[in-house]
């Protein structure tokens, strides 16, 4: 009950995303009712990369990654850098990373040795050093026991940044992504904070190519199908403004949810009735571990038996990790939802 209480409350937060890692990434939302029956919508709208600011200084030069930076003869060129506002005087030697998806991106960008700690909920890449340390209900005394020289959050509940900056820790905040573009930007954050802009840049060359050549594979097998991603057993789903929804309009799938949330929250929560009445081709669904989701069991709620999702077997399970981190893995996803849509007939042929 514990675990299913969590989930409810991480759908109910501004990445709306459900499931365990989840309530590591997440910030505070507020319920609005939805104006279309049957369905209702529960979260906040959606939250892009933070505003870039950047300190004007001389001999100061500005990325479009929101980063300045300025160096004396004989001090590293690339410090000290101000990233979204937050001034990184050197190269940080002691990350602590209380976002899963910071932390995947950090190793993903060789910055793997310069952290020393990572939250509960960080369990990928297996080299990162977890701690019992919370993203969600961060405590600073915790925190700052580890002496680092920056921290990475995805969320700050309103005493994190200021408490850590009065002990003169740098502290970058990434909210939820929004869109592929947005967790492009922020690896790139990453890369400028760790000293590691190269390699940030190399990896987001790479995801891009990675990704136009799986689009380019599969087409655009997507185009006249409908599609419900199921975050949780409670029928929340995500719409097309978030970053779960950018991931199947590369297929050019319509949501089901769109319509469903005419205030444009990202996350609005489904009836059964809405579902059956609009009939999407596929259903994606997450969960599976948390909720005990399966085919099975969804092919078994009332009613659903004649959904033709159900009907000609396009239930796919999308694992929870992938699709609530805007990290390096979001490939995986990508290939996921392509392999899932390459198997179907063409909407005029079903």
């Known amino acids: 009950m514990r675990i299913k209480h969590l989930l409810l409350l991480v759908v109910l937060l501004a990445f709306g995303a459900a499931c365990g890692s989840q309530a590591e990434e997440i910030a505070p939302a507020e319920t609005v009712p939805a104006e279309t029956a049957p369905a209702t919508a529960q979260s906040a709208p959606p939250t892009t990369a933070a505003e870039v600011s950047t ?7 500005v990325s479009t990654t929101g980063v300045s930076t300025t160096a004396a003869e004989g001090e590293d060129p690339e410090f000290p850098a101000t990233v979204n506002g937050v001034v990184i005087p050197e190269k940080p030697t002691a990350i602590v990373s209380m976002s899963p998806t910071a932390t995947e991106v950090l190793f993903a960008i060789g910055a793997g040795g310069q952290v020393i700690a990572v939250d509960a909920a960080s369990d990928y890449p297996p080299e990162a050093p977890v701690t019992d340390l919370s993203g969600f209900q961060p405590n600073l005394e915790a925190v700052a026991s580890y002496r680092p020289d920056l921290v990475v959050i995805s969320w700050d509940p309103g005493e994190v940044e200021a408490g850590l900056g009065a ?3 740098p502290v970058l905040i990434q909210t939820p992504a929004q869109s592929i573009e947005d967790a492009y930007l922020q690896m790139l954050q990453l890369g400028d904070a760790a000293g ?3 390699e940030a840049e190399e990896l987001v060359s790479s995801i891009r190519e990675e990704i ?5 594979e599969y087409g655009a097998p997507g185009s006249g199908l409908t599609y419900y991603h199921e975050v949780d057993d409670t029928l929340f789903s995500a719409a097309s403004n978030t970053f779960i929804g950018s991931v199947y309009a590369l297929f050019g799938l319509e949501n ?14 489904l009836s059964a009735e809405y579902i059956l009445e609009t009939d999407p081709h596929l ?8 909720c005990g989701t399966t085919a099975e069991n969804i092919a078994e709620r009332p009613g659903w038996s004649t959904l033709r999702a159900v009907a000609g077997g396009a239930l796919v399970e999308v694992d929870d990790d992938l699709s609530s981190r ?4 979001l490939i995986e996803f990508v290939r996921l939802v392509g392999e899932a849509l390459a198997a ?7």
């Open 344 to 350: 179907r007939p063409p909407a005029g042929e079903q």
């Open 55 to 61: 300190t004007e200084v001389s001999t100061t030069e």
């Open 212 to 216: 136009e050549g799986l689009v380019g």
């Open 326 to 329: 805007w990290g390096p893995r």
């Open 196 to 198: 590691r802009r190269t």
């Open 256 to 269: 089901i949810a769109d319509s469903a949330d005419p205030l444009g929250s990202g996350y609005p929560q």
């Open 283 to 290: 259903i994606f669904f997450g969960c599976a571990l948390w």
């Open 167 to 169: 002990l003169g820790i």
